[in-house]
């Protein structure tokens, strides 16, 4: 078996989540004359590729080492939506069966497409990737609860819709296109749909059920779209963790990697040598221009 990693880079230049703490390294010795290099790091936890525990948004929840490993690693599917959700856009659990079969207790993840607005992307553009990228209603959120999923990975900035987080204050201007888009939608505008009622609904509806989330998947995803494969998540084994940043794999068969790693060669890469495909960004470009036409 071979491993797919599905995890972004992590270095200084990584965006954490909006007013987190980003990375910040500083060597506090050097091979020269200490024998041996030594650094500190100072970030949050929600920084890169990372899985955000109960905790976080549940007093009473389970933190990050108390998740067992069947739960992190297990059978799962990933889903492409960059062909039906652009900018702003609220995505269904019609669409996902629309796919893939997800059955009970599966892992689900998610390609928006967004990963390819990522910082080390030739296409990057983080207000894109933190501020625009489609999520999810209340009627997603009862359909994973009815599915029993396991987790769920999104590879964009928050498993929420942008707009039903605080980035709505805080960017006015993109509030006023989503606006735009939900009124031309839902014939609602955008505090009308999103309410207090439902404010950050897949973090505090969902993990008291313990359905979690990791955030901001990448890596190798574009080669393992619309399909099942057996995923895995590793946090730290971190005690009192509200989240943690990890490695996020899908596992393939010996001979199945020689085609993915086919595939990989004749697409282009990212700085780090992650495939990438110019064809989702292609998609969410007219799906974006057409809702804010």
């Not at 004359?33 to 920084?47: D, E, F, K, R």
């Not at 009627?139 to 819709?161: M, N, P, Q, Y």
Request: aromatic share 10%; hydrophobic share 35%.
């Amino acid at each position: 078996m071979k491993l797919i990693d599905l995890t972004i880079p992590l270095g200084i230049g990584t965006p954490p989540w909006p007013t987190y703490e980003p990375l910040q390294v500083k060597y506090f010795k050097r091979l020269a004359p200490n024998g041996a290099n030594g650094q500190l790091l100072t970030h949050s936890n929600h920084l890169g590729t990372h899985l955000d525990g109960e905790i976080h948004f549940y007093t009473p929840g389970k933190d990050m080492a108390e998740l067992d490993m069947d739960f992190l690693f297990h059978e799962g599917v990933i889903v492409d939506l960059s062909d039906v959700c652009g900018d702003y856009d609220v995505y269904t659990s019609e669409m996902f069966e629309a796919k893939v079969e997800v059955k009970e207790g599966d892992i689900l993840i998610i390609h928006t497409g967004y990963h390819h607005f990522g910082w080390d992307q030739p296409t990057a553009d983080e207000i894109r990737y933190m501020v625009k990228h489609p999520g999810p209603d209340r009627e997603f959120a009862e359909w994973c609860k009815a599915k029993k999923l396991r987790w769920i990975g999104v590879d964009c900035g928050s498993a929420d819709h942008p707009m039903n987080t605080i980035i709505r204050d805080w960017m006015p201007r993109q509030a006023r296109q989503a606006d735009k888009v939900f009124r031309k939608k839902f014939n609602k505008s955008l505090a009308e749909h999103f309410d207090d009622s439902k404010y950050q609904l897949m973090h505090i509806e969902m993990f008291p059920h313990g359905i979690i989330h990791a955030e901001c998947i990448g890596g190798d995803i574009d080669l393992l779209l619309n399909r099942r494969v057996t995923l895995g998540f590793f946090p730290w084994r971190f005690v009192d963790g509200e989240a943690s940043i990890g490695r996020c794999v899908a596992m393939v068969s010996d001979s199945e990697y020689e085609e993915l790693m086919l595939k990989k060669e004749s697409l282009p890469k990212t700085k780090f040598g992650d495939a990438c495909d110019p064809t989702h960004v292609e998609r969410l470009n007219k799906l974006s221009q057409a809702n804010l036409a």
